[in-house]
């Protein structure tokens, strides 16, 4: 009987699981969680849990379904502290589990501040257990300060909005969101910030965050000027989840290094999720996402290939995510390293609609919409198939034709 460990009982590592009983593996299948709950969805803790009247924790399964439909069992509330790859077993408090095949999904933790530490009022937002915090803090009407313009704290920013409460959000570079989607198109992200009234201040940093009697009070910048706060979120990014293999001999450098097809290296071992670095050939460049969709292919992908090395297929794929602010959707499919970026239809400074293409040489290689869901997996379709920029300019021209 074959066993089936998979370390990190979250997106990833649900469908690691999954994708191995679809498979039709009947071995053994164990799922180990840090955390104590069974695996639950992300994306709406920093939105819809935030905003409903009545928070739902978003579970994507239930224990029965878990234990029986799946088959599982179930390690949760002890984090894996190391893997022995000799003896091909990983370490859960004081046992050892052994394995057969490995699937490694522990993803991202989320970066915190230097200042700040231990006051209460101070949150990032990556579990349960942190947005439960935050969303208590906006239900008694903290005056808000959101560290870090990136996806979440601009989300984190529009829930707050949303409650009509004093937001400031504060971001370290001159522009929001660089990285993501490029200059031109953060600055007209950050334009939805100013058009829904909060107040974002770039090219600050924190210096320090003041308290009271162990409460979050007052944030320092580091122009000098201060901000009172009662909710301070920290939204500055997330590193993978590898600690815990230090000394393990896998290759850990931003993420477990893997190949196209998901494996370490390490016989039966494979990664999945925001914890892995892998070759994505549709691009030719190494990458490690922190994006939905990629996660839970991965971890379908990775269960399989580990159970059957000798047929192990590669994941490729046009990267997408989205993400929501102001009742308004953002999405972005591709990558956003360009020599160009042109808007090709809506009107940026009136932040309702845009459809902006991303050209790099003579290919399409990136689009960013703002409610534009019914257009952009088209324009993944077209990268996903090398259209050259041309063919993308046709096609962008026909949409608004058509529209016309
Ligand atoms: P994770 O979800 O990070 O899960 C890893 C799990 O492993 C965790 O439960 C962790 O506790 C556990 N773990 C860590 N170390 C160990 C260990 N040593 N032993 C055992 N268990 C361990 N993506 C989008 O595309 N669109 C969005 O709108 C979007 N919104 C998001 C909003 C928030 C607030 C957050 C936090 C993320 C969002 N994401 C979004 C990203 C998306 O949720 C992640 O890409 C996805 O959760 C990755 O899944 P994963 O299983 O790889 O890792």
Known sequence: ??????????????????????AGFAGRVTLVGGEPHLPYDRPPLSKAFLDAPEPQVPTYRGEDVLRGELAVGLELGVPAAGLDLAERAVLVGDREIGYDALVLATGAQARTLPVGAGLSGVHTV??????????????????????????IGSEIASGARKRGLPVTLVEAAPTPLVRAVGKRMGAACADLHRLNGTDLRCGV????????????????????????????????????????????????DNGIVCDATLATGAPGVYAAGD???WHNALFDRPMRLEHWTSAADQGALAARNALDPGNAEPYETVPYFWSDWYGSRIQFVGVPQADEVVVVDGDVTAG???????????????????????VVMKYRGLIARRASWAQAMEFAAARRSAAA
């Open 1 to 22: 009987d074959r066993h089936l460990v998979v370390v990190g009982a979250s997106l990833a590592g649900l469908r690691a699981v999954e994708g191995a009983r679809k």
């Open 126 to 151: 990556r579990t349960l257990d942190d947005a439960r915090a935050v969303r208590a803090a906006l239900d008694a009407g903290a005056r808000t300060v959101v560290v870090g313009a990136g996806f």
């Open 205 to 252: 940093g924190v210096v320090d965050i003041e308290g009271r009697a162990g409460r979050a009070e007052r944030v320092v910048l580091s122009d000098g000027s201060t901000v009172d706060a009662d909710l301070v979120v920290v939204g500055v990014g997330a590193d993978p989840a590898t600690g815990w293999l230090a000394g393990s001999g896998l290759t850990v």
């Open 275 to 277: 914890v892995a670095r």
């Open 352 to 374: 309702r609609r845009w459809v902006a293409l991303y050209r790099e040489a003579d290919r399409l290689v990136g689009a960013l919409t703002l409610n534009g869901q019914r």
